[in-house]
């Protein structure tokens, strides 16, 4: 999309085939476009860059350290820069798998945690028992981070299903947000949103009283 309107695009993303497929894309719009195969927690391969803007589609879930990835963020913007990330509801990582429905409302049975790990079973294109999972990341950490981290939030939306999905749960909670921030130019980072100063969640006080 960015770069149909002229923009110079870097797309980065671990998958080699979800390259091929942007690079495909790219092609067949006559569209220029770098790609970079790389872990979103070293984008070590982008420094010395100054982005004017980084846009991330849902994906913070797939990595568990949240302050890394934002710094990571930090160090290939320009100064001023902008970012635009979009977030999975953490609510909805805390459903049960099948989201059902207990005739009063949608229970929540995993705890408020970040960095939690929520494995689900399913079954791949071959037909073969798979196991994947995601993390969870408190808004505290989502929000709170990325302002620890110097940018200043300019913008917060919650994102409905989409039109297509009447799925019922989502009338409940809304399944994703975004946020759009920018990097200020001359602030000092803070570090008070990390376990040590902020207040913890119930979640992560219980956890850590069984350790
Ligand atoms: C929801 S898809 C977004 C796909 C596409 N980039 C887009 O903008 O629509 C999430 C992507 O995150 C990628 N991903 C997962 N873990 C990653 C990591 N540690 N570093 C970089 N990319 C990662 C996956 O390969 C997947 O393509």
């Known amino acids: 999309m960015f770069a149909s309107l002229d923009c110079r695009v870097t797309s980065v993303d671990l998958c080699p085939e979800q390259l091929q497929r942007d690079r495909m894309t790219a092609d067949r719009y006559g569209l220029d476009l770098e790609c970079l195969e790389a872990d979103m927690l070293d984008l070590s391969a982008l420094y010395g860059r100054a982005f004017d803007l980084v846009y991330?589609?849902?994906?913070?879930?797939?990595?568990?350290?949240?302050?890394?990835?934002?710094?990571?963020?930090?160090?290939?913007?320009?100064?001023?820069?902008?970012?635009?990330?979009?977030?999975?509801?953490?609510?909805?990582?805390?459903?049960?798998?099948d989201h059902c429905w207990t005739g009063r409302g949608y229970e929540l049975v995993r705890p408020y945690v970040s960095g939690q790990r929520c494995v689900w079973q399913r079954t791949n294109d071959k037909g073969e028992p798979t196991e994947c999972w995601h993390y969870i990341h408190t808004l505290s950490d989502l929000i709170g981070k990325l302002c620890d981290e110097g940018f200043a939030v300019l913008h917060f939306a919650e994102r409905p299903a989409d039109e297509e999905c009447h799925n019922h749960v989502y009338s409940y909670v809304p399944p994703f947000f975004s946020l759009y921030a920018q990097k200020f130019k001359n602030r000092q980072k803070k570090s008070s949103g990390d376990m040590s100063s902020r207040r913890r969640t119930r979640g992560e006080r219980e956890i850590a009283a069984r350790r």
């Open 56 to 97: 991330q589609a849902i994906s913070f879930c797939y990595v568990p350290d949240v302050s890394k990835l934002y710094a990571q963020v930090s160090r290939v913007l320009r100064s001023g820069g902008f970012y635009r990330v979009e977030h999975w509801n953490p609510v909805n990582m805390q459903l049960a798998d």
